[in-house]
């Protein structure tokens, strides 16, 4: 059957039939070259109007997959490890797996005839004035977890880090157990030593970047200034490394963060069902080798600017001593300190003027150390041995010796040779009280 696209052709042919116009002229209004005007000038003179369709149209393709290949392709992905798996992700399994090569177009064709993919209607979505990336790398890192059933059900609940920069997309991730100040340190300080001292850090407003501030009745809801709020430890990290921390009044403000955790909640998942990761260890290693190579092929982008934003560290950056717990202790008069209850005795050779009640840093490593500074330098201390309490002996106690007999104290006889029987009645002797003594 002829199309539109074949008639509009055959209308030029005729011309050029004709003599109305040139072969070059007929090539430049068909968008072809002389040669392809020749041959089908030559198949118009042979073949007559049939010259112009296709001759391969209505025939199957030269490149189409033999029946056996395709039931075997929807063997595989039947399978239910492979339940919600996209064309897109399914083509890449199918060939790193099993070596079966087929586009995602193709493929996706195939499992919708099979019943497993739906297509889904495009609908316009509403308008959005996307914020433009920053123009380095470095400049900004977008930094948040997700808690998600990651393993869905197989194993340990966990959550996933990410650190994203914001003009490449570069992506640092790791499951952790829990969300605490020390794993997020951990993943900081991995970024830095790999990459340097980023520009600036985009985070939410979660209690271990940011203090909650305190608002009395007439202030703005916004409370104090931020840089005026005591720091938290992982603030307090950044600071002294020169890190600005930006908190995010929105999850729409650090969309990039946001919608690389959508990805990792589709893709990873799956990457982790197929795997069939069960612990925190295996779901890592699925993340190191096949998520963040993927990622870095497919999802990241040349920044606008080719120079790095990132700043080496300096002398005076002690990672170990940054990232770690701070505290702050007083020097007791006898040079000891008060830790979680117990006691530290500071080394005589280490005393100096000064330390006598003055405030030392106490930090807690994230290797589980301890060290304490006073004036820029370490201390050295040891533990204070508790004293052991005394136990009281099971042996017989000596018997009690009886208490002395007291001498008996001498008894009133004001009521001796009183009798109650005999004597006036209350109201009698009230009368009796109150007359008036007679006269002598």
């Avoid at 073949?47 to 149209?57: K, M, P, T």
């Avoid at 909650?212 to 603030?235: H, M």
């Avoid at 009044?249 to 197929?274: I, M, N, W, Y």
């Amino acid at each position: 059957m002829m199309t539109q696209r074949d008639r509009d052709r055959l209308v030029t042919l005729r011309k050029v039939k004709k003599g109305g116009i040139t072969q070059r002229e007929a090539a430049e209004e068909l968008g072809i070259s002389e040669r392809q005007v020749r041959r089908l000038m030559k198949g118009l003179k042979a073949e007559g109007d049939r010259a112009v369709i296709h001759g391969l149209r209505g025939r199957p393709s030269n490149r189409r997959l033999s029946e056996g290949l395709r039931k075997r392709i929807v063997g595989i992905l039947s399978q239910p490890v492979y339940r919600g798996f996209g064309p897109t992700l399914a083509s890449e399994h199918l060939f790193r797996k099993y070596r079966i090569r087929i586009g995602r177009e193709a493929l996706r064709q195939q499992m919708v005839e099979a019943g497993l993919w739906r297509a889904k209607k495009r609908r316009a979505g509403p308008v959005h004035v996307w914020r433009a990336r920053r123009s380095r790398l470095g400049e900004l890192v977008q930094w948040d977890t997700s808690d998600h059933d990651w393993l869905e059900g197989r194993g340990e609940r966990m959550q996933l880090i990410h650190m994203i920069d914001d003009a490449t997309s570069r992506l640092r991730a790791r499951f952790v157990r829990q969300d605490t100040s020390e794993e997020n340190m951990r993943m900081a300080r991995g970024w830095i030593e790999r990459y340097g001292r980023m520009v600036a850090c985009y985070t939410d407003k979660a209690s271990m970047f940011q203090t909650a501030p305190k608002i009395r009745r007439g202030e703005s809801a916004e409370g104090p200034d931020p840089t005026q709020r005591p720091w938290t430890q992982i603030g307090r990290a950044l600071q002294e490394l020169g890190v600005t921390l930006i908190a995010a009044h929105s999850p729409q403000a650090k969309g990039r963060v946001e919608r690389s955790f959508q990805t990792a909640q589709d893709r990873l998942v799956k990457e982790l069902r197929v795997a069939g990761a069960r612990t925190l260890e295996e779901a890592n290693r699925v993340l190191e080798e096949v998520f963040l190579p993927w990622w870095d092929a497919t999802c990241t982008v040349k920044p606008a600017h080719p120079d790095d934003a990132h700043r080496k560290l300096d002398r005076v950056h002690n990672l170990d001593a940054i990232f770690s717990i701070v505290e702050a202790r007083r020097v007791l008069c006898d040079y000891t300190f008060r830790l979680d209850g117990k006691a530290y005795q500071i080394e005589r050779t280490e005393i100096r003027a000064g330390l006598r009640g003055a405030l030392l840093r106490v930090e807690r490593r994230l290797d589980g150390s301890l060290a304490v500074a006073f004036q820029d330098r370490y201390l050295r201390f040891r533990e204070c041995p508790r004293p052991v309490p005394q136990r009281r002996s099971h042996a017989a106690r000596p018997a009690a010796q009886k208490a002395k007999a007291r001498p008996a104290k001498a008894r009133s006889g004001w009521m001796e040779h009183f009798d109650l029987q005999q004597s006036l009645p209350i109201w009698r002797a009230a009368t009796v009280s109150e007359a008036p003594a007679e006269q002598p």
